[in-house]
C-alpha cells in the first residue's frame, strides 16, 4: 500500500507538470490580443473607425494651438485658480517653452495616431478582406496620415517620419527629425494616395468617413500653405465640381440636427445625449466661469473660461454681420439678472439632454474655407480678378453684407484674410492663416501690437491683478513650436528647434 | 484498521482507573512545604511560584528557596519560574516535606516556529525569522490583523496613514525594494498565501501567531513572491487535553485629541486676511492707499464676521463608540481537536457618519483519524460593513474641512443645511461637508470566506506525504450615491445637480494547493530534513459596474430609477505554478545547514521569460555547543548564521507583457461605429524582478534565556526591476514596461529581549530596532531619473545614487523683502517683495519655472525605527506598554502648498496671520505675501518638517479576579491606544503616507488618527 501512495504521487506530479504551461497562459477576456487583430475584414473596418476616434480627442484641444494662441481668444481671468499658468496660459500669454505641458500632449497625441494609421497599415495585406474595403482604408488611413504630418510640419517644422510601427523600445531611438522639404514630400504622398483611392461620398450608414473632397481640399490647402499657388488653384478647383455649396444660414453649418451638410467637407463626427462616450462638450470649456447655469442651461454649471473672444475680434465684426450672433456672445444675463460682459464663443453652443455630454461635431473643412483659399491663389497669381471677388463675395453675401469691389491686390488680401477670421472665426484656422500670409517679422509686429492691445484693455477683468512682465511679448523662434522637453532628454540625439 | 486500536483500550482504561484512584484519594487538606532548587547547582531558587493546580492557592518561595502553602493529598503542586521548564509535582498522602528541583528551560529554544511550508525548532533556524510575541502586544482595540504587527519585529515598519476604522496598516519589510512593482509583503494565513493585502476581514482574535520571514534564505520557497518578505499567520486551534470557553468583551470611545488638529484661521481672521489682501495689493501694484469702498463689502470690516465655522471641528465625532465581543470554544481532548470562534466588532470613525462592523465566525478542526493519517480543516466567514467616506487629500473631505470658507454658517436660519460654502471673491465654492457627510450614501459590504484543509499520510516512519487545499471567496459590494441637494464634488458646482448612484460588485475567487512530501530523520548524530513539494493557484475577479445620473427623486436610490444608466463588466485572473524542494541537516546539533530551491511559472510574464529559479542557502553554528566553549552557565546559547538566496517580485498588472487592443469608438451615419486601437506597447521579453540577498545574523541567549539579543546585518539588492521606462513617443507610446535599475536595500536589525523577576514582580521588555539604508543604483542609464507627484504638489524623485524617492524642489532660501534684493538675486521671473527666495541651483543666474533649479529637499525614508515593550505582572495586576518611533525623516506637508501660498481661494492655515505684508511688517519672515501665488507654491523645501517622533501606542493596564467556583479565570482590562505622540512635526500624523508606492511621505491631509480607550473583560471556563 505504501509503495502505492508513492506511486500516486509521483504520477500526480508528473500530471501537474504536463499541465502546466496552459495553466500559466492568460489573457485578458474584456479586451483583444493585438497579435490577432487586424485579421478580417470587420477588424480593419474598426482599426480605421479607432483612428478616427482618436481624432476626437485630437480635436478637442486643438483650439489652444489655433485661436487660444491668435489675436481671436483670450480667457476668462480666474484670479484664483492660477495652477493653469505655466500650462494652458503659457500659450495664451506666449510664455511657452520646451517644457509646456499642453505642447508636449499635441506632439504626443499626433504620433499616438500615428501609430494606429501606421500598425493599420503595415497589417492590412495580411487581413482577409476584399481589395476594394483594403484599398479605401488605405486611402483613408494615408489621408489621416498626409493630415498629421502637415500639422505636424506646420506646428514643429523639421519632423520625425515614421511610416511603420517600431517592434522594440531601442528601434524608436535610430529615428531623427527630417527637413521640412522632406515631411512635405511625405503629405503629398499621403494625400495623392488618399485622392486616388478615396471615394466622392459614402452610403448613408458611413457618412462622416473622409472623402476624395476632403482629400482635395487638404492638398490645397498644402499647395497654398507651401505659395504654390497654380498647383492650390487647380486642386481646389477639382474641389468646387463635387456638388459642395454654401448654406443659406450661417447658423446651420454649426446645428447639431443639420449633420454632414451641403457645405461639410470634412466633420469630426460626435454624438451626444446617450452615454456612450462619442459626445463632444467644447461649450463646457469655453463657457465663461461663474455663470452658475446661466449659460450653460444646468443648474450651477459653470465653465473653464477658456477660448473667450477678444475685444479685437468682437470689434472686427462690420455692422449687420449675421455671423456675429451665431460665432459668439460680448456676454451673459446671470441668474440674479445682471448683465456679466464676459464673451464666450457661441458656435458649439446647442442645447442638449446630459449635463456634460454636447452633440456638437467640429468642422474641419467646409467649402466657405475652399472658396477663399481660392480667392487667396487667385489673387496671388493673378490679382483680385472677377473669380476672386466672386468666391469673396458668396461669403459676404451669405453673411448680409455687401460685396466689395475695386480693390488693390495687397487690399485683396488683407480683405480675404480679414474674411478668413470672421468666416471661419473659431474653427481652428487662424494661427495658421496668420503663418501662411505673414513673413515671421511681420507676424512678431502683428501679434505684439494685438498684445499691447490687450494688455492695455484686457477682454475680461483680471481683478486687480496686474500682467507679468513677460506676457504677450511674441519672439521670432515662437513661430514654430519647441520639440517637447521630455522627447529631448530621452533620447538627446533629437534637435530642438532655435531658440528654445 | 480497527485493530491497531485494540491493543490501546486496555492500556487507556486503566489510565482511567488510576485517575479515578487518585481523585478518591483527594481528601483532606494539610501544611506542606518544601524547598525549590536549580537541577543544575542545586542551589536555591528564590521567588519562584508554587500553586496548587485549580485553585487560587499558592505562594512564593522565600530567600532560601523555602514555600509553605496549604494542599491535600491527590492535589497538583505548579511550580514555575522564569527562565525554568514548569514542573508540576503530585501531593502524595502523607508527605509534608518536598524537595523540588528545576530543569533550565530551552525556553525559546525548543520552541517550534512555523516557517515557510513547515516548522522548525527555533534553535536550528539559519535565517532571519521575527516571532511576534503575543503577550507584548496588549489588549489592543484595533479591528485589523495588520496592528499586531506594529512596533514588534525589527525590519518590519508598520505605518499608519490613517485613521479610517478597519484601516489595514503599511507594512513593510527591511525597506522599499521596488522602484516599479509593489513593495508589500506575501502574508499567508495557515499556509495559504492570500496575496499582498491582509484586507479588512480577518479576526484578531483568532490570531495565534504571527512569523516574519525577512531574509531571503526563509523567504525564497516562496518564489516570484519573496522579495519583499513573507508575513505568516497561524490561527488558534484548542490547546492539548483541555476544554474551555473564552469571552472578551472590550467597549470604549475614540476622540481626536486637540494636539493633533490642524488649525485654520476662522471667520473674522479668514475675512481680515481677504480685506488685508485686497489693501496689500492695491499698495503695492498700484502704489496708493485704497479707499474703504474698493474692498468687497463682505470683508470690509472683518471684525464684524459673525460666522465663524470650525469645518474640521463640525465632522468630527465625538467620543466615537468602539465595541469588540469575542466567544470562543475549544476542545482539545481526545484525537480531534478543534475551535469555534464568533466575533463581532463595530468601531465608529473619528469623522461623523463613517464606521466599521464586522461579523465574524471561524471553525478550526484538526487531529488525528489513526495512526498515519492526520487531517485538519479551517474554515473562517466575516461580514463587514462600512460607512466610508473620501476623507484623505486635498479635494477629499478632510482636505476641503479644513479649507471651506470659515464664514458661513452649516445651517440656515431654519435648520437646513447650507448647501453651497464659499464660491464669492476668488474663494473656492465647495459642497457642505457635513451635509455630505449626513446625505450621502456610500457603503462597502464584504463577504469572505476563508478556508483551508490538509490531510496528512505518514509512511515508511519518516515520510510524511501533506496534501493542502486553500480558497478564499471574496465578494464586495460598494454603493455610492449622491442625492441632488449636494453641491457638485468639484470646485464651484453649486447644488442642485442631477443625483448619482454608483453600485459595484467585485467578485473573486482565488484557489491554492499544495502538495508537500517531507522526510524527517535522526541518525546518531546526523538530522536530516527534506521536503518536495509543488503548488498551484489562481485568482479570477469580476467585476460588474452600474453607474446612474438624473432621478426622479432621492429616495428610490437604485439604477432602475436612473434617466440615465450605464454599466460595465470586466474579468481579470492570474495563475502560478512551481515545484519546490528544502533541505535542512543539522549535525550534533552544532554545525546547521539549509538549501531550497523553487522554479516558479506565472502567468504575468512574457512568452520568453514565463519561468523563474529562486535557490536559497543558509547555515548555522552554535559556538556553544562547542567544546572548546567555557561552560559558563550564562551563555544559554550562541549561534552565528549567515544566508544567501535568490526571490522575486510580480507584484505587476495581470496582462503587461502583451499588447492588447482598446476601444476608440466613433460615429458613422449616426450611428455608433466600433473602433479599436492599441493600448499599450508589448513586451514579450518581460521577465522576473529579482532580489539577491546576504544575511548575517547572531543570536545570542544568556542567563537561562532571560537575555535575548539578535542582530542581523542584510543586504539586499533588486535587480531588473519591472519599470515602465519611457521610450520616444513615435513609438506611438511613452512608456512601455521593461526590466531595469538596481536598487540596494541594506542593514541592521538589533532586537533585545529581557524578562527577569523581582520579588512578586514580573518583567518583560523587548526592544527592537532598525537601521535600513536604500539607494538607488541604477536605473537605465547614468543620468536616468524617475520624476513622480507634480510641480505644485511634491516631486519625490529616484536618481542613482540617492534613496529611492527623495523629495525633489526648489530651496527656499527665505522671502525677498525689497525689490532691491531681488535685483541681486539671481533672475526670478515675477518675483515681487514677500515671495520666497529660490536657490540657483544650477548657477545659469536664473532661476527657471520648471525643474531645472530643483535639488533634494528631504529624505522621507527614517534613519531608524525602533519599537519598545515593557510589559508584566505584579500579583493579579498586569501592564503593558508598547512605544514605536522613527527618526531623522521628512514629511512633505501638502496642506501648506495648498493654503500657504495665499492665493485666498482657500482658508488659510492659522499661522498665515503673520505673513509678510510689507517691508515693514515682514510678518515672522517665514511666511509669503498675499499678492501673488508664484514662487510660493512650487513643490520647495519650505514645506518639508522632520518627522522624527516617539509614539506610545498601547497602554494596557489588567487585573485578573482571583479565581472563584463562578467563574474560574476572570481578567478585566484598560487600554489606551494611540495615547501620547511626542513629536515637532506640525501635522496630525508624522507616519502619514496616502500616496503610497514609490510617492512615499507626502502628508496631504488624511482621516486623523484619533485615542481611543477601552474597558475590557476576559473571561474563561
Not at chain 2, 514605536?884 to 482658508?907: C, P, S
Request: net charge negative; with cysteine.
Amino acid at each position: 500500500m505504501q509503495k502505492g501512495t508513492i506511486y500516486i504521487f509521483i504520477s500526480a506530479l508528473i500530471f501537474s507538470v504536463s499541465c502546466g504551461d496552459e495553466f500559466l497562459n492568460k489573457t485578458d477576456p474584456t479586451v483583444l490580443v493585438a497579435d490577432e487583430f487586424y485579421a478580417t475584414e470587420e477588424d480593419l473596418e474598426q482599426a480605421v473607425n479607432g483612428v478616427y476616434g482618436q481624432l476626437r480627442g485630437y480635436f478637442g484641444s486643438q483650439w489652444q494651438f489655433t485661436e487660444f494662441i491668435t489675436d481671436n481668444t483670450t480667457l476668462h481671468f480666474n484670479p484664483g485658480n492660477r495652477g493653469q499658468g505655466p500650462a494652458l496660459e503659457a500659450l495664451e500669454f506666449w510664455q511657452y517653452n520646451a517644457g509646456t505641458p499642453n505642447i508636449n500632449s499635441l506632439y504626443n497625441s499626433i504620433y499616438s495616431i500615428m501609430v494606429n494609421v501606421n500598425t493599420t497599415l503595415t497589417r492590412m495585406p495580411e487581413a482577409n478582406a476584399p481589395e476594394e474595403v483594403k484599398s479605401r482604408a488605405e486611402g483613408e488611413m494615408r489621408f489621416i496620415r498626409g493630415f498629421l504630418y502637415f500639422e505636424l510640419v506646420r506646428y514643429f517644422g523639421d519632423a520625425i517620419i515614421i511610416t511603420e510601427p517600431v517592434q522594440t523600445p531601442a528601434e524608436a531611438f535610430e529615428y531623427e527629425r527630417s527637413p521640412v522639404e522632406s515631411v512635405y514630400q511625405q503629405v503629398f504622398e499621403d494625400l495623392n494616395a488618399a485622392v486616388e483611392a478615396l471615394p466622392n461620398s459614402y452610403p448613408s450608414s458611413l457618412v462622416g468617413k473622409a472623402t476624395r473632397g476632403a482629400a482635395l481640399t487638404l492638398l490645397g490647402k498644402v499647395h497654398l500653405t507651401r505659395h504654390e499657388y497654380t498647383e492650390a488653384i487647380n486642386t481646389l478647383n477639382q474641389v468646387t465640381q463635387l456638388g459642395y455649396h454654401l448654406l443659406s444660414d450661417y447658423g446651420a453649418i454649426f446645428n447639431p440636427q443639420n449633420k454632414n451638410h451641403q457645405e461639410s467637407i470634412w466633420e469630426i463626427q460626435y454624438q451626444g445625449d446617450n452615454l456612450f462616450g462619442v459626445h463632444s462638450s467644447f461649450i463646457y470649456t469655453f463657457a465663461p466661469r461663474e455663470s452658475f447655469g446661466a449659460v450653460i442651461d444646468f443648474p450651477g454649471q459653470e465653465g473653464g473660461g477658456w477660448n473667450t473672444p477678444t475685444l479685437d475680434i468682437i470689434n472686427a465684426y462690420e455692422e449687420g454681420d449675421l455671423r456675429k450672433e451665431v460665432s459668439l456672445r460680448e456676454g451673459y444675463t446671470s441668474l440674479d439678472g445682471d448683465w456679466v460682459p464676459v464673451p464666450y464663443i457661441n458656435k458649439y453652443h446647442h442645447p442638449h439632454s446630459i449635463r456634460g455630454v454636447t452633440n456638437d461635431n467640429w468642422p474641419a473643412l467646409r467649402y466657405a474655407d475652399v472658396l477663399l483659399m481660392l480667392a487667396e491663389a487667385i489673387n496671388e497669381v493673378e490679382g483680385p480678378t472677377g473669380e476672386a471677388y466672386m468666391h469673396l463675395n458668396e461669403i459676404r453675401e451669405r453673411a448680409g453684407l455687401d460685396p466689395i469691389s475695386g480693390l488693390s491686390q495687397d487690399a485683396f488680401r488683407t480683405a480675404v484674410l480679414a474674411e478668413r477670421r470672421l468666416e471661419l472665426a473659431f474653427e481652428n484656422h487662424r494661427w495658421f492663416d496668420l503663418k501662411r500670409t505673414m513673413t515671421v517679422p511681420q507676424l512678431v509686429n502683428f501679434l505684439n501690437d494685438y498684445g499691447l492691445r490687450e494688455r492695455a484693455e484686457p477682454t475680461t477683468s483680471r481683478e486687480g491683478i496686474p500682467f507679468s512682465n513677460n506676457d504677450f511679448i511674441f519672439s521670432d523662434h515662437q513661430v514654430i513650436f519647441p520639440i517637447p522637453q521630455d522627447q529631448i532628454r530621452i533620447n538627446p540625439d533629437i534637435a530642438q528647434n532655435p531658440g528654445y | 484498521m480497527l485493530n491497531v486500536y485494540t491493543p490501546k483500550i486496555p492500556l487507556l482504561m486503566g489510565f482511567f482507573y488510576l485517575f479515578s484512584l487518585t481523585l478518591g484519594f483527594a481528601q483532606e487538606a494539610g501544611m506542606i512545604k518544601g524547598t525549590v532548587i536549580s537541577a543544575e547547582d542545586a542551589e536555591p531558587l528564590p521567588g519562584v511560584s508554587v500553586l496548587v493546580k485549580g485553585t487560587n492557592r499558592g505562594t512564593v518561595t522565600n530567600i532560601d528557596g523555602e514555600f509553605e502553602l496549604e494542599a491535600a493529598s491527590g492535589e497538583t503542586l505548579t511550580v514555575s519560574f522564569i527562565g525554568f521548564e514548569t514542573t508540576e509535582i503530585g501531593v502524595n498522602p502523607g508527605q509534608t516535606v518536598y524537595e523540588i528541583s528545576m530543569q533550565a528551560s530551552m525556553g525559546d529554544l525548543g520552541e517550534v516556529v512555523v516557517m515557510g511550508y513547515g516548522s522548525q525548532r527555533r534553535a536550528d533556524i539559519t535565517s532571519a525569522v521575527s516571532v511576534i510575541n503575543m503577550d507584548n502586544i496588549g489588549d489592543v482595540p484595533t479591528t485589523n490583523v495588520s496592528r499586531l504587527l506594529q512596533g514588534q519585529a525589527a525590519g518590519v515598519q508598520v505605518r499608519q496613514n490613517s485613521g479610517r476604522p478597519g484601516e489595514e496598516m503599511e507594512v513593510t519589510v527591511r525597506g522599499l525594494g521596488s522602484l516599479g512593482a509593489g513593495s508589500q509583503p506575501l502574508y499567508v494565513v495557515d499556509g495559504f498565501p492570500i496575496g499582498t493585502t491582509l484586507g479588512q476581514n480577518l479576526n484578531p482574535a483568532d490570531i495565534e501567531s504571527i512569523t516574519v520571514l525577512k531574509d531571503a534564505a526563509s523567504t525564497a520557497i516562496y518564489g516570484a513572491r519573496g522579495s519583499n518578505g513573507v508575513i505568516l499567520i497561524t490561527t488558534k486551534n484548542a490547546q492539548e487535553g483541555k476544554v474551555g470557553l473564552e469571552f472578551v468583551v472590550n467597549h470604549g470611545m475614540t476622540n481626536v485629541p486637540d494636539g493633533r488638529r490642524t488649525r485654520m484661521m476662522d471667520g473674522p481672521e479668514f475675512a481680515r486676511f481677504k480685506h488685508e489682501s485686497f489693501v496689500d495689493r492695491i499698495r503695492y501694484f498700484e502704489q496708493r492707499e485704497p479707499s474703504l469702498d474698493e474692498i468687497p463689502e463682505e470683508f470690509r470690516f472683518p471684525e464684524q464676521t459673525q460666522i465663524s465655522t470650525d469645518w474640521f471641528q463640525e465632522i468630527m465625532n465625538q467620543n466615537a463608540r468602539f465595541s469588540n465581543y469575542n466567544a470562543t470554544l475549544t476542545a482539545g481532548t481526545g484525537d480531534i481537536r478543534s475551535l469555534v470562534s464568533v466575533g463581532y466588532v463595530n468601531q465608529e470613525g473619528a469623522v461623523i457618519n463613517t464606521g466599521f462592523e464586522r461579523f465574524n465566525v471561524r471553525a478550526n478542526i484538526d487531529g488525528k483519524i489513526n495512526d498515519f493519517l492526520t487531517m485538519g480543516w479551517n474554515i473562517a466567514a466575516s461580514h463587514s460593513r462600512e460607512d466610508y467616506a473620501p476623507t484623505d487629500g486635498r479635494g477629499a473631505l478632510i482636505g476641503r474641512s479644513l479649507w471651506a470658507d470659515p464664514r458661513f454658517p452649516v445651517y440656515n436660519e431654519d435648520g437646513s443645511f447650507n448647501t453651497f460654502i464659499g464660491g464669492t471673491h476668488g474663494v473656492f465654492g465647495t459642497a457642505n461637508v457635513v451635509q455630505e457627510l449626513h446625505e450621502m450614501e456610500r457603503t462597502l459590504e464584504i463577504n469572505n470566506v476563508l478556508t483551508n484543509g490538509f490531510l496528512e499520510f505518514t509512511f515508511l516512519k519518516d515520510f510524511k506525504f501533506r496534501s493542502q487545499v486553500n480558497a478564499t471567496l471574496n465578494q464586495a459590494g460598494r454603493k455610492e450615491y449622491r442625492p441632488s441637494t449636494l453641491a457638485g464634488p468639484g470646485f464651484n458646482q453649486p447644488p442642485p445637480r442631477e443625483a448619482t448612484l454608483m453600485q459595484n460588485n467585485n467578485e473573486s475567487l482565488n484557489i491554492a494547493t499544495d502538495q508537500l512530501l517531507s522526510y524527517s530523520k535522526f541518525i546518531g548524530p546526523h538530522r536530516i530534513d527534506g521536503l518536495l513539494g509543488y503548488s498551484a493557484q489562481q485568482e479570477n475577479t469580476k467585476i460588474l459596474q452600474g453607474n446612474g445620473t438624473e432621478f426622479p427623486n432621492d429616495q428610490t436610490r437604485y439604477l432602475s430609477s436612473a434617466i440615465q444608466q450605464t454599466s460595465n463588466s470586466s474579468e481579470f485572473g492570474w495563475s502560478l505554478l512551481a515545484y519546490f524542494a528544502r533541505a535542512n541537516y543539522s549535525y550534533n546539533d552544532k554545525y546547521l545547514f539549509s538549501a531550497s530551491w523553487r522554479r516558479e511559472g506565472s502567468s504575468r510574464f512574457g512568452a520568453n521569460n514565463k519561468w523563474g529559479n529562486f535557490p536559497a542557502f543558509s547555515a548555522g553554528w552554535r559556538i556553544s555547543e562547542e567544546d572548546f566553549m567555557p561552560q559558563a552557565n550564562w551563555i544559554t546559547d550562541l549561534k552565528v548564521r549567515a544566508s544567501y538566496g535568490v526571490t522575486g517580485n510580480n507584484a505587476i498588472g495581470n496582462y503587461s507583457a502583451l499588447s492588447n487592443m482598446r476601444i476608440s469608438n466613433y460615429v458613422l451615419g449616426g450611428d455608433i461605429a466600433n473602433g479599436q486601437v492599441l493600448a499599450n506597447f508589448a513586451n514579450a521579453n518581460l521577465g522576473w524582478e529579482q532580489s539577491q540577498q546576504t544575511d548575517i545574523g547572531l543570536d545570542f541567549a544568556m542567563f537561562d534565556n532571560r537575555l535575548v539579543f539578535t542582530a542581523e546585518y542584510y543586504n539586499r539588492l533588486t535587480q531588473d526591476m519591472l519599470l515602465s521606462v519611457e521610450m520616444p513617443v513615435i513609438s506611438g507610446f511613452t512608456q512601455s514596461l521593461d526590466n531595469v535599475g538596481l536598487v540596494r536595500n541594506r542593514g541592521v536589525e538589533l532586537a533585545l529581549d529581557y524578562r527577569t523577576r523581582i520579588n512578586q514582580l514580573n518583567l518583560r521588555s523587548n526592544l527592537n530596532v532598525t537601521i535600513n539604508r536604500n539607494k538607488v543604483l541604477e536605473i537605465r542609464g547614468d543620468a536616468d531619473a524617475i520624476w513622480s507627484g507634480g510641480f505644485y504638489s511634491t516631486y519625490n524623485v529616484s536618481v542613482p545614487g540617492r534613496p529611492m524617492s527623495m523629495f525633489h524642489g526648489f530651496r527656499m532660501m527665505g522671502i525677498f523683502n525689497t525689490e532691491e534684493e531681488i535685483d541681486n538675486w539671481p533672475t526670478q521671473d515675477g518675483a515681487i517683495p514677500g515671495t520666497y527666495k529660490y536657490y540657483d541651483a544650477n548657477g545659469d543666474g536664473e532661476i527657471s519655472y520648471d525643474i531645472q533649479d530643483m535639488v533634494e529637499i528631504g529624505n522621507p525614508h527614517p534613519a531608524m525605527l525602533l519599537g519598545y515593550t515593557i510589559g508584566g505582572d505584579y500579583k493579579n495586576f498586569d501592564f503593558n506598554f508598547m512605544f514605536t518611533g522613527a527618526f531623522n525623516y521628512d514629511v512633505y506637508r501638502n496642506i501648506e502648498a495648498t493654503t500657504l501660498n495665499m492665493d485666498g481661494v482657500f482658508n488659510i492655515l492659522q499661522e498665515g496671520v503673520d505673513r509678510w505684508r510689507s517691508p515693514e511688517n515682514p510678518g515672522n519672515g517665514w511666511i509669503a505675501t498675499s499678492n501673488t501665488w508664484k514662487w510660493q507654491r512650487e513643490s520647495n523645501s519650505r514645506y518639508v518638517y522632520d518627522a522624527s517622533h516617539v509614539w506610545l501606542r498601547n497602554v494596557t493596564l489588567g487585573y485578573t479576579i482571583p479565581q472563584n467556583p463562578i467563574i474560574p479565570s476572570a481578567r478585566l482590562f484598560f487600554s489606551a491606544e494611540n495615547l501620547f505622540l511626542f513629536t515637532s512635526f506640525p501635522g496630525s500624523n508624522p507616519e502619514v503616507n496616502q500616496r503610497g508606492g514609490i510617492n512615499i511621505g507626502v502628508d496631504d491631509e488624511a482621516y486623523p488618527i484619533p485615542r481611543t480607550f477601552t474597558l475590557g473583560a476576559n473571561i474563561r471556563f
